[in-house]
């Protein structure tokens, strides 16, 4: 087999998520995090959005409605990554969970990037993060980049909205 390199500009579009309450599920990706329902059918599925895109998320009750959530140690999705444009942006939402008590599982810098960890009423793992600018991406003698995982300073994440 030949070797193939997937194109540059290639991204993920989409994660579709079996849920047991779709009400729940919309309540927290809509209601919490600020997404948009683009359709919705019935109480079985919904499609919801950040900015009009046909959708980013789907969420469906078709073969889990009622049921509980997978356990944590077996294979199937560890997070969504949920990539938010700024610092300030991701500031904002850690304020609004903060405010509204919704728990955390964790907080990380990894170099790259800087992320909150929380699960969805399912027990998915979801993570709200953003990117650090590629210039200040940790790279090691090789010139790969170097990440990892460090505790973060939530502080300064939300000395962000002071200004």
Known sequence: MTHYTIPANTRIGHVHLKVSD??????????????????RMGSQAAFISAGGYHHHIGLNTWQSKGQPPAPSHHPGLFHTAILYPTRK????I???????????????????????????????GVEL???KPKEQWPVNSQGEIAMYTRPLNTQSL???LDD
């Open 22 to 39: 779709l009400d729940q599920s919309i309540h927290f990706y809509c209601h919490l995090l600020g997404f948009e329902i683009i359709q």
């Open 89 to 92: 942006d991701l500031a904002t």
């Open 94 to 124: 850690f304020r609004r969970l903060l405010d509204e008590g919704y728990p955390f599982t964790g907080y990380a810098d990894h170099g790259v990037s800087e992320a909150l960890y929380l699960n969805d009423p399912d027990g998915n």
């Open 129 to 131: 993060y953003w990117d």
């Open 158 to 160: 939300l000395q962000e």
